[in-house]
């Protein structure tokens, strides 16, 4: 069912048995999931099933620190939420993502990748991904052209992607919420507060407003905060009513640890004789590449942090420019136009053009590196207040001397792995060897907002356990990739679903036994 809160009598009351804040990837895949376990649902979009820019201008806020990109237009303010610009690249954790790294601080998952595996399989349908494979040797046999670079995997694997469409969740997964029995989807409910108990360990309701001038108010047995990792930081922060730091910020946690991946051209890789490399190649109409990744070993000997490397023909590689730039204008209509001019029509005909010569001689090299979780990257509340009275988010992104190290190490081992099989060489940009610890300004990000509420068993370092509930509250949940202790080297999507639907899984438990 689909009901307008702007259309509701003033003052209404509503009741469910959960209700879910947010409508984006996290928070349709938790409703459907949950669609057969309850009565009723009640499903919180804050914007409507359309793009709107008064709404979007809700997620208007500061940026400090690293550059970073206008905070308006990294994230979407309407049903299916950030769905909308997402490139549709996937990938799973590895292992090594959720151990304990001596010399990765503030590292370390309370849960383990097979607690997350298990739900890939799904995710990778909801996200119309291909077979859930992701084992090198498996895709070897499906195309005899893909050929790996023979390197030591040991040092440096090819790494296994696939391609969503992308899956736009406010289209495909519209008439599935709207015509469902139990799932009651209200747009134009932007949560303004959450009521607790006095001893603020349940929460009893949450008020909502619009631009109508209407407020109303959600009761539920359960609540789950899905609204992506900076707007959960921001809600949460806002909620000080009762709790003057904040809800769940009893140990100032909330809003800091933010995460990226630290994106950044890096280099060239030129080769002996031409050769397509179909294999590490995004062709026009690909649905799966590898990319070469630093081997867990090398992580734990040179005491780097995860990330990989993709490759474009040089050509190419020469004509783009760093994604800060090219997607930096804060009217996210603009920012959205280029990414799908950029992606899909310019690109995919530029790449059709030089995919047509088969072969190559050179590649750029583009790094994508996990973060260090660092405490001083972190979300905070600004002084300015939005139009619904809420104070906006002011992100400070901190990046660390081992994001460097990681960028710099895994170029050098791959030159090194090259140089050695005796099929070329590479050549690195001047920054990584400049002495400098800091990556340039021009370093980009995936527009991956990760951290805020970090999971951990103890609640002096992380917001949440290992169920995604926040520590001290009975029944608040956060959902996405908010949750993440480290934010891994691959793009968060895959996983956040899969987390969703365990998080999912863990509420129809809870509720069989309550």
Not at 89 to 115: A, H, L
Not at 174 to 180: C, E, G, L, P, T
Not at 493 to 513: C, G, P, Q
Request: glycine content about 8%.
């Amino acid at each position: 069912m689909l009901i307008d809160a702007r259309q509701l009598e003033n003052n209404s009351q509503i009741e469910g048995d959960i209700c879910i804040i947010g409508a984006g990837a996290a928070g349709i895949s938790i409703a459907l999931e949950l669609e057969n376990t309850f009565k009723k649902i009640i499903l919180l979009e804050g914007g409507g099933m359309e793009y709107d820019d008064r709404i979007q201008e809700l997620y208007n806020g500061k940026i400090t620190g690293h550059p970073y990109y206008p905070m308006k237009a990294s994230r979407l303010h309407y049903f299916g939420g950030s769905t909308g610009h997402w490139g549709g690249m996937c990938s799973t954790f590895d292992d090594i993502d959720f151990e304990k790294r001596d010399w990765v601080e503030n590292s370390g998952w309370p849960i383990k990748r097979e607690d997350i595996a298990k739900y890939y399989p799904k995710a990778t349908s909801i996200l119309d991904l291909g077979p859930c494979e992701w084992n090198l040797d498996y895709w070897l046999k499906q195309d005899p052209d893909f050929k790996p670079l023979p390197l030591d995997e040991k040092v440096i694997w090819s790494k296994m992607w696939q391609f969503s469409p992308p899956t736009r969740f406010g289209k495909k997964y519209k008439d599935a919420i709207v015509n469902s029995k139990t799932i009651q989807l209200h747009i134009y409910a932007n949560v303004v507060d959450l009521d607790a108990t006095e001893s603020i360990n349940s929460i009893t309701q949450v008020t909502v407003k619009n631009y109508a001038g209407k407020q109303h108010t959600v009761k539920a047995k359960n609540f789950i905060l899905a609204c992506s990792a900076m707007q959960n930081a921001r809600v949460l922060l806002a909620c000080n009513k009762q709790a003057p730091k904040g809800l769940g910020n009893d140990n100032d946690l909330v809003g800091r640890y933010f995460m990226e991946h630290a994106e950044i051209k890096t280099g060239e890789l030129w080769l002996n004789h031409t050769d397509k490399l179909k294999l590490y190649l995004m062709e026009q109409f690909t649905k799966v590449r590898a990319e070469l990744a630093i081997s867990p070993e090398k992580q734990r000997e040179l005491q780097v942090l995860n990330g990989s490397i993709s490759l474009m023909p040089l050509e190419m590689s020469n004509k783009t420019i760093p994604s800060v730039k090219l997607w930096s204008n804060d009217d996210p209509r603009k920012s959205l136009d280029t990414f799908k001019k950029y992606s899909t029509l310019d690109k995919r005909n530029f790449i059709q053009r030089f995919f047509s010569k088969s072969i190559y001689q050179s590649y750029g090299l583009f790094t994508r590196v996990e973060q260090l979780p660092h405490p001083e990257s972190r979300v905070v509340l600004s002084n300015e207040k939005d139009e619904l009275g809420i104070p906006r988010a002011n992100l400070f992104w901190a990046l660390s001397p081992i994001d460097k190290k990681t960028v710099f190490t895994i170029n050098k081992l791959l030159g090194q792995q090259i140089g050695a099989a005796g099929i070329g060489r590479v050549k690195l940009k001047e920054f990584l060897l400049d002495g400098d610890v800091q990556l340039p300004d021009y370093t980009s990000g995936g527009w991956h907002h990760l951290g805020t509420t970090r999971m951990s068993d103890d609640p002096k370092h992380g917001v949440v356990d290992a169920n995604c509930k926040i520590h001290g509250i009975d029944n608040l949940y956060i959902a996405g990739s908010s949750c993440y202790t480290t934010g891994g080297a691959v793009n968060p999507t895959l996983t956040v679903v899969a987390i969703s639907l365990r998080l999912a899984n863990h509420i129809k438990e809870k509720m069989a036994i309550v």
